[in-house]
């Protein structure tokens, strides 16, 4: 999945829905996004996935990608811009006299030419001329300009800022599964590049733990290691205490963010393991 370079993740935590049921609910709020944005083909990457034991689902996680979906979900348009719209201001003169630009050019000379007998005491004209006005002795030129450019204003179409409502509440849910949100995920700034696991049994090895988490490489392959100048198997899962484990995810992806939201808990050799993100 291109999580790494796409940050728009929703995710299901889903208790112990079986992945048909987490299916209908992954695929309603695909077609309730699909008809927002009015895009036929919208098939967002997604991911699913349910732990079992004994043939029984114990945790049920489901991981979707698509910044548009996040976008509307956030209450913006799903190119990530604010929902304004620019609705004409009809208190402006402008619109008054749209039908009829003849008048709308004599009412600004009318007003234009109040302004002028304010400002120029003698030798006024019907028809401004600067060069036969004599300005008083209060004259201010910025004020004149501030002024007339006012009027001018006035004159010319405005519009005014109106918040439309957001396209889609902030979450999902299924009508068939009421109590199962479709949250935002975390951010990979928020949760680190890794994962810590305390109260874990003498009988889990590294390997059973990558084993588990393996799966959430998004890039493939071994990683490149600095201190040790080899190349480990990815994830890097090292021992830290006598029953505290840590996996090492790649800092250029967002691995850990990825696992985290997809198996928070897990099932090795029959305990139960809580994973949290590890600051340092």
Same mark, same amino acid.
């Given at each position: 999945? *291109?999580?790494?370079?796409?940050?728009?993740?929703?995710?299901?935590?889903?208790?112990?829905?079986?992945? %048909?049921?987490?299916? @209908?609910?992954?695929?309603?709020?695909?077609?309730? @996004?699909?008809?927002?944005?009015?895009?036929?083909?919208?098939?967002?990457?997604? *991911?699913? *996935?349910?732990?079992?034991?004994?043939?029984?689902?114990?945790?049920?996680?489901?991981?979707?990608?698509?910044?548009?979906?996040?976008?509307?979900?956030?209450?913006?348009?799903?190119?990530?811009?604010?929902?304004?719209?620019?609705?004409?201001?009809?208190?402006?003169?402008?619109?008054?006299?749209?039908?009829?630009?003849?008048?709308?050019?004599?009412?600004? =000379?009318?007003?234009?030419?109040?302004?002028?007998? =304010?400002?120029?005491?003698?030798? !006024? %004209? =019907?028809?401004?001329?600067?060069? *036969?006005?004599?300005?008083?002795?209060?004259?201010? !030129?910025?004020?004149?300009? %501030?002024?007339?450019?006012?009027?001018?204003?006035?004159?010319?179409?405005?519009?005014?800022?109106?918040?439309?409502?957001?396209?889609?509440?902030?979450?999902?849910?299924? =009508?068939?599964?009421?109590?199962?949100?479709?949250?935002?995920?975390?951010?990979?700034?928020?949760?680190?590049?890794?994962?810590?696991?305390?109260?874990?049994?003498?009988?889990?090895?590294?390997?059973?733990?990558?084993?588990?988490?393996?799966?959430?490489?998004?890039?493939?392959?071994?990683?490149?290691?600095?201190?040790?100048?080899?190349?480990?198997?990815?994830?890097? @899962?090292?021992?830290?205490?006598?029953?505290?484990?840590?996996?090492?995810?790649?800092?250029?992806?967002?691995?850990?963010?990825?696992?985290?939201?997809?198996?928070?808990?897990?099932?090795?050799?029959?305990?139960?393991?809580?994973?949290?993100?590890?600051?340092?």
């Amino acid at each position: 999945m *291109n999580i790494s370079t796409n940050p728009g993740v929703y995710y299901i935590n889903s208790g112990t829905l079986r992945k %048909e049921a987490i299916e @209908v609910i992954v695929g309603g709020f695909i077609n309730s @996004v699909s008809k927002i944005l009015k895009k036929k083909n919208f098939k967002p990457e997604y *991911n699913i *996935n349910v732990v079992m034991v004994k043939g029984a689902p114990i945790y049920s996680y489901a991981y979707i990608v698509s910044k548009e979906a996040v976008n509307v979900l956030q209450g913006l348009n799903m190119d990530g811009t604010k929902r304004i719209e620019l609705k004409p201001d009809v208190k402006c003169k402008y619109y008054k006299y749209k039908s009829k630009p003849n008048d709308l050019k004599k009412e600004m =000379e009318r007003e234009l030419s109040s302004l002028y007998r =304010e400002y120029f005491d003698d030798m !006024w %004209e =019907e028809k401004f001329n600067p060069k *036969n006005m004599k300005p008083s002795k209060d004259f201010s !030129w910025a004020d004149y300009q %501030e002024e007339e450019d006012d009027i001018k204003a006035n004159y010319q179409p405005k519009y005014e800022k109106v918040i439309l409502p957001p396209l889609m509440k902030g979450y999902y849910t299924h =009508e068939k599964y009421s109590g199962i949100q479709l949250l935002p995920a975390r951010p990979r700034d928020a949760i680190g590049t890794m994962l810590g696991c305390s109260g874990v049994g003498k009988n889990i090895t590294c390997s059973d733990i990558r084993n588990v988490y393996a799966k959430y490489d998004t890039k493939g392959g071994y990683r490149f290691n600095i201190d040790t100048e080899s190349r480990d198997y990815y994830p890097i @899962v090292s021992k830290i205490g006598d029953d505290t484990f840590k996996i090492e995810f790649d800092p250029r992806s967002g691995d850990a963010s990825y696992a985290i939201h997809m198996q928070r808990k897990t099932i090795i050799k029959g305990q139960e393991l809580l994973f949290y993100p590890l600051t340092k």
